[in-house]
């Protein structure tokens, strides 16, 4: 596998247009799930134009395309094409800020993570207990644990 990656390091950057689940998961902070996630985003939403596009696909976020550091680029390539697979694709969310102690349950499911189940307990929680103080107290809604907060980044607000 290491002469893979280096002669994967020779050919210059990989285009995520045209790259394999398994030449996806070679670069620096993938791994096969994360690849196979990028593969079906891709094909459910076509071709990147920006490396950055990338972050829209599930588990994938600034720091792992930071963590790419010019070793990906989105060219004009085909997309390699994916054997089917058994589970569904789930649904990219792009979105604004939103508000913990004000957002509708609609606006909830917004946030990366979040389930229509979730943001009914969200809900409940800042109907029993009171407002969110920080979007880390979140945590508190079974469910909802630091990773998820933390996929959320700066769309989570508490004003």
Request: charged content about 25%; hydrophobic content about 40%.
């Amino acid at each position: 596998m290491m002469l893979w990656l280096l002669a994967l390091s020779w050919a210059g950057p990989l285009d995520l247009n045209a790259a394999t689940v398994e030449e996806l998961a070679a670069l620096p902070g993938m791994g096969p799930i994360k690849a196979r996630a990028l593969a079906e985003w891709r094909e459910a939403y076509g071709p990147c134009t920006s490396v950055a596009d990338a972050e829209a696909a599930p588990g994938i976020g600034p720091a792992t395309v930071r963590g790419w550091n010019g070793a990906a680029t989105c060219g004009e390539g085909t997309p390699a094409p994916l054997e089917p697979t058994a589970h569904p694709i789930p649904p990219i969310r792009r979105s604004s800020q939103v508000d913990l102690n004000r957002a509708s349950a609609e606006e909830l499911r917004l946030l990366p993570g979040m389930t229509a189940e979730r943001a009914d307990d969200l809900i409940r929680s800042r109907e029993r207990d009171g407002d969110f103080a920080r979007c880390d107290d979140a945590v508190r809604v079974h469910g909802i644990g630091p990773a998820t907060v933390a996929a959320w980044g700066d769309r989570c607000v508490t004003p």
